[in-house]
């Protein structure tokens, strides 16, 4: 079984930053793709940033150039630095994990934290 635990969100001004972690514990870290996921208020789960085993990235299109997904496997802990923030950021964020090399379906996604709530205020 592998366990994932965020941290990291809060509430930040338009314009700010924050930096979320996703820390594993209980399976080999590195051999999984992690992605990160937001919902917001009456909209669907979505992908927002994935990384794979191989440190190959993608993100979704309303956060490229301002999300940067990375990965410390000494640490067993995926990171998502978030700069720039908007009020249309504002969602619930999970970490997940797949031995597959990556997907932007939650469904695929064997493994899931329990969430951090990040609001961005205007």
């Known amino acids: 079984q592998v366990q994932l635990v965020e941290s990291g969100g809060g509430l930040v001004q338009a314009g700010g930053s924050l930096r979320l972690s996703c820390t594993a514990s209980?399976?080999?870290?590195?051999?999984?793709?992690v992605g990160w996921f937001r919902q917001a208020p009456g909209k669907q789960r979505e992908l927002v940033a994935a990384i794979t085993a191989g440190d190959s990235t993608n993100y979704a299109d309303s956060v490229k150039g301002r999300f940067t997904i990375s990965r410390d496997n000494a640490r067993n802990t995926a990171y998502l630095q978030m700069n720039s923030l908007k009020p249309e950021d504002t969602a619930d964020y999970y970490c997940a994990a797949q031995l597959r090399t990556w997907d932007s379906f939650p469904v695929n996604y064997r493994y899931w934290g329990q969430g951090t709530q990040v609001t961005v205020s205007s």
């Open positions: 209980g399976g080999t870290f590195s051999w999984y793709a």
